[in-house]
């Protein structure tokens, strides 16, 4: 079959590849629709440990089932289910968790062998749709996180206008918040932001907010996730861009502010996303053919232009 393969540092290939061989309790999933994640752009850019070549990455699959031909979406997780975390409904958080398209390869292929208990279905969703189950989790995950101190947050910011803060802004409106912004330099991607999250945007947040969320992950937007919070207000970070945190811990201690971490989803969430999926505009995606995958890999190297979301399709 063809595959994407990170064959080297800052060298990917579309190359011809061995069928993938499921073990007992594994499924082969014929890939139909495969997102380009920011965090495989980070670890192909950055050559990260997390995501070591030769290796087939892609996490955000929606395919068919090549037993039952029912559609499906992809948890690309895969926790133990049998640790004191996993028992405790913190599965996401698995001591010895996997990530297909990380430690395993994953989904820039024609054919991906995935755990039977990864798959959620997903109807008649088109695939390109289905697709975006995993990073709108991810959003789910991050807004249950965020109204654990405070349920029914009134002003919500959210920092970056990718994929993930679109899906942030969005979960935001779906669940009630009358006033979400979000923030972001590219101006066509604020528009989609308005259009299909009925956000307000603009250039940076402004005032203060119950709940800031940063998508981006840098050492300057974790810092303005917390100048913008109000007193007792919560910034949930869910941004990988790098590590340093930026901001002033002796306010935040006379704040009472918090910041809370936020790491993939747990099953509920996923099963959340799709359902938000079924009614949500994709107008703002773009698609390739997975044989164009490595030009449209290195386009997205150079600048994130103004599409939100590329997905290939094998």
């Not at 709108?136 to 009134?154: E, G, K, S, Y």
């Not at 969005?170 to 918040?177: D, N």
């Not at 912004?181 to 308005?194: G, K, M, S, W, Y």
């Not at 947040?205 to 992950?217: K, R, T």
Request: net charge negative.
């Amino acid at each position: 079959m063809r595959a994407i393969v990170y064959t080297a540092p800052l060298t990917l290939e579309l190359r011809d590849v061995p069928e993938p061989q499921p073990v007992p309790g594994e499924v082969l999933v014929d890939v139909r629709a495969v997102g380009i994640c920011g965090s495989e752009l980070e670890g192909f850019r950055s050559r990260s440990p997390f995501r070591v070549p030769p290796l087939i990455m892609g996490h955000e699959i929606a395919g068919v089932r090549a037993d039952t031909r029912e559609s499906v979406a992809v948890n690309p997780l895969i926790s133990c289910h049998r640790c004191d975390l996993c028992r405790r409904g913190h599965e996401n958080l698995c001591r010895s968790r996997d990530l297909i398209g990380i430690h395993r390869p994953g989904g820039f292929a024609e054919r991906v062998a995935v755990p039977e208990s990864c798959l959620h279905p997903t109807g008649t969703l088109p695939f390109h749709v289905a697709a975006l189950a995993e990073p709108m989790a991810t959003a789910v995950h991050a807004f249950t996180l965020a109204q654990l101190p405070d349920p029914q947050p009134q002003r919500v910011g959210v920092i970056g206008a990718g994929m993930l803060g679109l899906a942030s802004a969005v979960v935001a409106r779906r669940a009630g918040v009358p006033d979400v912004f979000i923030c972001d330099p590219n101006r066509q991607r604020l528009e989609t932001a308005v259009r299909v999250a009925d956000a307000e945007a603009g250039g940076e947040l402004e005032g203060e907010f119950d709940v800031v969320i940063d998508a981006v992950g840098t050492e300057a937007t974790r810092r303005a996730s917390v100048a913008h919070l109000r007193p007792a207000g919560t910034a949930v970070w869910i941004g990988l861009h790098g590590p340093e945190a930026g901001f002033d811990g002796l306010a935040l201690v006379r704040s009472e502010q918090r910041v809370q971490g936020s790491f993939a989803y747990v099953d509920r969430d996923f099963r959340a996303a799709i359902g938000m999926l079924q009614a949500l505009r994709v107008d703002w995606t773009t698609q390739a053919p997975l044989s164009d995958g490595v030009d449209a890999f290195e386009k997205l190297l150079e600048g994130p232009g103004d599409a939100t979301k590329t997905l290939l399709v094998p």
